[in-house]
């Protein structure tokens, strides 16, 4: 493991270097506040302007789409050798230093200092260094075993480092990553610095420590006889984490079982001897003064929560031993103006050293990842690494593309309908324009198959809803809404789009939008459009290419039981319908007809024996020098109006041919995959 190490100063300087590793290489570090700053693209002012607009490039991409993020190729057993050698000869008081597997960040990266837990080594992030080092400058406090600091103390070294990097690059948010007690200390820094723009990231922070269900025990500790001392690490492993959650990290999720038992039981078998260096991380002496420490840190923070305005995001875990996580999760969550929470409900309280939790992804998908003031949807995207796909298709959704067996089609220029995306351009400004299946059931497959065969990111235009607090809970997990934004999903309106295909990107939009989602029973596959073609020349404006597609299946998925109709005539499900309703802003209130009116609401669904999914890209439209679009509103109504019937076309044209499909069934993609193996294609109607 190597780190380096080095006093935070304006200007680069000499530090000494600490050979705590002879195996290793180590370097000095010196803060470098050079940037590079991308200047804000700004919207145009009048409408005859728009199609003299310059292209501009994404700001993100020093980032390949499904980029190796590095996550997964450390182990907790790499924080133990870690801890182990920043320990050694450790006499000096805290200090920052920067890992170096943390690498160098895309231009303009803000600054993450991670504040550590008890143990103070500085190491609780070591799963995480590679991932969060492509988009984060990393500093870690280390915090030395026999260092006394008190908590305020703590606190004017945090302050002295925020105020100094903001006094340079004023306009750079600065994260606080504060984990267990590094909570309370980011807490306590956040509610006295409330003119530094500040993100904190708080995992099971220790503002419940009076709560703990251990509360009894700590007594106990501070008159065990020191011999007995060693018995404490094995104790602890039970209650601050789950061991075969940590014991899990790195082992792929989609191994055969046979192989994962196999490597579980191997790495839980090296890891058991390691439990034993936990004394010296935390010896006798030191346990008892972190205990005091603890308990002083959750009386000061919790004195000055009302002050804390910063955005707070939380990761609370259920099954977290040492603290009531879940339920401060709660109180922190109605008690911080503005705060998010991301609940584990299976993990244990090192959170950040347990299998399945990506800091990064957490980050990105909560929309709390941006490098100026305000965030930007487009400019602050960053793009899905390897191990997200991996995580989300491979292992979450692969039920889901097992029963739904995606069979999609495309259409090259000579009209030539082709299995796979081939038809479709690989390179933006494209729109693809479709229709929207029951609460957007066909989304999943679509991303993921643009993803693995394009390696495009599809930016769907969707409801400004989803991306507001309404969805947000004290007990929100992971959810759909996050794998929203996770995979490029902007609010719906003129300007994102526009923005969007001035980078050359490729735009996923449904005219239909919330009607053709929340549709009624009988109306599967009827569209619902307004009568604008407003979407047909903001892509000429940019010389788009126009892909309509056509998409079918759901009624092979699902059954719908109750629809939007039959909920109104409930009275308690109307009165619940109107009050989630009653503040979200109707955007397209101008516009007349059907689709303008649409409440949103929760269908009720029953499931069927799964059928399958089935994609039709049409012929490409070309709209690049089609000037005439733009000036001539009847040309556009014209192209609008043909879109719109070859998606028709394209549903028709998929549910005549299903019928065709010998593989349409479940049972017999089932006995195909098991003579051919599971990761073989299944076949489909003959084209």
Known sequence: ???????????????????????????????????????????????????????????????????????????????????????????????????????????????????????????????????????????????????????????????KCIKSEHSIRPSRPIYLVGDSFGGCLALAVAARNPTIDLVLV??????????????????????????????????????????????????????????????????????????????????????????????????????????VTAPVLILASGKDNLLPSGAEADRLFSTLKNCKVRYFKDNGHTLLLEDGVNLLTVIKAAGMYRRSHQRDVIKDYLPPTKSEFNKTFNEEQRLFSLASSPVFLSTLPNGEIVRGLEGVPGKGPVLLVGNHMLMGLELRMLYKKFLEEKKVILHGMAHPVLFTSKTESSREDMSQYDNIRLYGGIPVNPINMYRLFQRDSCVLLYPGGAREALHRKGEEYKLFWPEQPEFVRMAARFGATIVPFGVVGEDDLTELVLDYDDQKRIPFIREWIEEINKDITNIRSNIDGEVSRQDLFLPVLLPKVPGRFYYHFGKPIQTKGNEILLKDRDNAMSVYKQIKSEIEGSIAYLKKKREEDPYRSITQRALFQATWGPSTEVPTFEL
């Open 1 to 159: 493991m190597s780190l380096a190490f080095g006093r935070l100063s304006p200007i680069p300087h000499k530090s000494t270097t600490h050979n705590f590793n002879s195996r290793c290489t180590h370097r000095t570090f010196a803060l470098n506040y050079a940037s590079k700053t991308e200047p804000e693209t700004s919207g145009p002012n009048k409408r005859d302007q728009l199609p003299t607009e310059k292209k501009v490039q994404e700001s993100n991409t020093e980032l390949e789409v499904l980029y190796d993020d590095g996550f997964g190729s450390a182990s907790v057993k790499d924080y133990f050798s870690a801890a182990k050698d920043i320990i050694r000869d450790d006499a000096e008081p805290p200090r920052w230093f920067s890992p170096v597997e943390c690498g160098k960040p895309v231009s303009n990266a803000p600054l993450l200092l991670f504040l550590p837990g008890s143990d103070g080594v500085g190491m609780g992030l070591i799963l995480h260094h590679k991932s969060l080092g492509k988009v984060f400058e990393v500093k870690c406090l280390h915090i030395p075993v026999k260092d006394r600091t008190s908590f305020e103390g703590l606190i004017n070294i945090v302050e």
């Open 202 to 307: 708080l995992v099971n922070p220790a503002t419940s420590f009076d709560k703990s269900p251990l509360q009894p025990i700590f007594p106990l500790l501070e008159n065990l006889p020191s011999e007995l001392h060693a018995t404490v690490p094995y104790i602890l492993s039970f209650v601050m984490g789950d061991p075969i959650k940590m014991a899990m990290v790195g082992i792929q999720g989609d191994l055969p079982s046979p192989q994962t038992i196999e490597k579980l039981s191997n790495t839980l078998t090296s890891m058991l001897p390691l439990l034993s260096e936990l004394a010296e991380i935390i010896p006798r002496e030191t346990l008892l003064w972190k205990l005091k420490l603890l308990k002083s840190a959750a009386a000061y923070t919790n004195s000055r929560l009302h002050a």
